[in-house]
């Protein structure tokens, strides 16, 4: 019986090569659109190891394959876990092959972000793991933590992270202040400039 | 069938336990920031930690869906958690017997007699410790440290602040004591799980609840019957010797100097 496709199967690199080529046409075919943003970290806090001059760069267009990705909302979840699923809020794991990332030059590593702009959401990898010259990307939803955005990035929605601090102190603190304000439960002399 | 009116005269609350944790807050406000830095290590930002007044539960609640949206370019973006940020949730109330102050004392307002001619009073107040936990929830252990070390300098172990508890009375004190610190300590965590760090902060605050605030009226007549015995007898000499000092006590002379009716004594005899 001939098989309807065959390699050269003698040849383990070649065989490897159409493997990933296949493997990168399918991620091409039914992958995301994504922007995969590496962060210059600078050098770390020697004591702690923390990365705490981290930048947000500008990011590269690439096409990912999402292998999973739960958005059900909060009231949905608890709904599918009685049925024995268990979505995880605000995971998702990509993959792609490292001939894929060499390309851009990408080797990706923890802490990466991943602009999804489809559902409008920011993941942050977490982990990487190298698997038959395939990357498997864990990522959760990003914990923003007012890093430096580096001044060449373009992109609108990145830019707008700036803004967040503003925003929730506008949102939480003014409205504290104004409620002091408005019970006048405070006299006006009881702190002066914070010392005790 | 709906209620329009105070339900009795008992009736009455103050909203002290607000006015506590709102002026807790309102001492932290402002207070806190963390550094940010760039690629050279460099501080390049200052940021005020958003404080929330929620429970550590509803706290995580909160973040985990927060959605940002950016009104000014109308940009949305799914972000977790918006890190540092700080939450004050009250834990528990107790009754602190040591404080406690006899039950029949009245206290009267400092405004003194205010529009209606009565002044304000409570009834002795039951003293309450109020158990506050501080969560700080931060990307880096850095942060962490920052923000624990901008709050426990003002507490030795205790802070007090004036607070208006009750209107129409002094403000009063209120005692904030810092009684433990807990940093993350936090150490098993998967391979693919990122770290947060969360800290807690226990307080301990000196409260008094208020019984319903009421209004009494000023004195400003006084009416004193004296039993008048026999004229020449041992009671009526003594009841003379009072008559005489009533006459000439302070109330009388304050009340006709505003312009009152004089107070009147009248005596009947028997």
């Known amino acids: ?196 | 069938m709906a209620i329009t009116t105070a339900p009795s005269a008992f009736y009455g609350h103050q909203n002290i336990t607000r006015k506590v944790l709102l002026g807790f807050l309102d001492f932290l406000n402002g207070r806190i920031f963390v550094e940010r830095f760039d690629d050279t290590g460099a501080i390049y930002r200052y940021i005020k930690v958003p404080l929330h007044s929620s429970s550590r539960e509803r706290f995580f609640h909160i973040v985990k869906s927060s959605t940002v949206v950016n009104n000014s370019t109308s940009n949305e973006i799914e972000l977790n958690n918006i890190l540092p940020r700080i939450a004050v949730n009250i834990s528990g109330m107790t009754y602190d017997s040591t404080r406690k102050v006899p039950k029949h004392n009245k206290i009267k307002g400092s405004a003194g007699v205010v529009g209606d001619g009565s002044v304000r009073s409570v009834m002795a107040p039951v003293p309450y410790k109020l158990d506050l936990e501080l969560s700080i929830l931060t990307k880096t252990i850095d942060d962490n440290f920052q923000i624990i070390e901008q709050i426990v300098p003002y507490f030795a172990p205790s802070f007090s602040m004036d607070i208006q508890l009750l209107s129409d009375f002094d403000p009063l004190s209120v005692q904030y004591t810092l009684i433990s610190v807990t940093p993350d300590s936090t150490d098993e965590y998967a391979i693919t799980d990122e770290r947060l760090f969360l800290s807690t902060m226990s307080f301990t605050v000196n409260v008094m609840y208020y019984y319903n605030r009421a209004s009494v009226g000023t004195i400003k007549e006084m009416i004193a019957n004296f039993h008048i015995g026999k004229e020449g007898s041992e009671d009526y000499k003594k009841i003379k010797k009072y008559e005489l000092v009533a006459q000439n006590i302070s109330p009388i002379t304050s009340i006709e100097n505003r312009g009152d009716e004089p107070m009147t004594l009248s005596q009947t005899e028997y």
């Open chain 1, 1 to 196: 019986m001939t098989k309807p496709f065959s390699f050269n199967t003698d040849y383990e690199g070649e065989e490897f090569a159409t493997f990933l080529n296949i493997s990168d046409d399918a991620i091409a075919l039914h992958g995301e659109q994504l922007v995969y943003i590496q962060q210059t970290l600078a050098q770390s806090e020697p004591i702690f190891g923390e990365y705490l001059g981290k930048v947000i760069n500008e990011g590269a267009d690439v096409i990912l394959y999402v292998e999973e990705a739960h958005t059900f909302s909060d009231d949905m979840a608890g709904m599918y876990s009685k049925f024995g699923f268990s979505p995880n809020l605000g995971e998702a794991t990509f993959h792609g092959t490292i001939q894929y990332f060499d390309t851009f030059n990408i080797v990706p590593h923890a802490q990466d972000l991943i602009w999804w702009p489809k559902t409008k959401k920011i993941y942050e990898v977490t982990h990487v793991t190298e698997e038959k010259k395939q990357y498997k990307l864990t990522a959760e939803l990003y914990n923003y933590s007012h890093d430096k955005i580096a001044d060449d990035v373009t992109d609108t929605e990145i830019n707008s992270l700036t803004d967040i601090n503003d925003d929730e102190v506008i949102n939480y603190n003014d409205e504290i202040e104004q409620a002091v304000d408005d019970d006048e439960i405070i006299p006006d002399d009881d702190l002066g400039d914070g010392l005790f």
